[in-house]
Structure formats: C-alpha cells, structure tokens
C-alpha cells in the first residue's frame, strides 16, 4: 500500500506565499516522477508543476516565475513553493506521483488534497 499525505494549504492574502508538502509512505520502491495539480470549482484537474527522478521540472504557464516544484528523495517528499498568489490560484492542490511498488509495473498514485485559498 503506498499513501501521499499532502500538507501545507490554507487562507492567504493576494501576494503571500504558501510551502505545500507531499510525503509517499508504504512499499515503495522507486519514486519516478512527482507532481502537483489543481481543481478549482467548476473547472477540470490542471496540472501546476512536475518534477522528475532527474529534478527536471515543468510549470504550467500560468504559475511560472511564481511557483517553485522541489523534491527530497531521501524523504519520499515534494514540495511546492508557492510565491505572489493569486485569487485565481485558489484550488484545491492534489499531489501526484508515479511510484514503482514491485520490479514490473508503476503507478500513479494521488493524495488526498489540500485547500489553497487567496483572498483579494
């Protein structure tokens, strides 16, 4: 069984900063790539940031410059350093991860999700 925990989220005011955390717990062998997405009310999953094994990264347009995608392999963990919000960056954030749980097949698995609200 693998589990993301995520951490983090909550009320903040246009131009503040949130940490959100992810942590994958359970029989992992191998975390692949690591990633962050969003669902705001109304509208589809999108995807905020990736990260892979190699620590190379990709922003969705809208978060660029702003948004920073970090990893502790050591840790099982990702981060999301979230700088100059937004109302429009308010969402719940979902972390996702593709994790090798045995020597012939991956998954992705998803966390729980957190609420990141940004007050004008």
């Known amino acids: 069984q693998v589990q993301l925990v995520e951490s983090g989220g909550g009320l903040v005011q246009a131009g503040g900063s949130l940490r959100l955390s992810c942590a994958a717990s359970?029989?992992?062998?191998?975390?692949?790539?690591m990633g962050w997405y969003r669902q705001a009310p109304g509208k589809q999953r999108e995807l905020v940031a990736v990260?892979?094994?190699?620590?190379?990264?990709n922003y969705a347009d809208s978060v660029k410059g702003r948004f920073t995608i970090s990893r502790d392999n050591a840790k099982n963990t990702v981060y999301l350093q979230m700088n100059s919000l937004k109302p429009e960056d308010t969402a719940v954030y979902y972390c996702?991860?593709?994790?090798?749980?045995?020597?012939?097949?991956?998954?992705?698995?998803w966390g729980q999700g957190t609420q990141v609200t940004v007050s004008s």
């Open positions: 996702n991860a593709n994790i090798m749980i045995n020597f012939w097949s991956r998954d992705d698995y």
């Open positions: 359970g029989s992992i062998i191998s975390i692949n790539r």
């Open positions: 990260i892979t094994s190699g620590d190379s990264t």
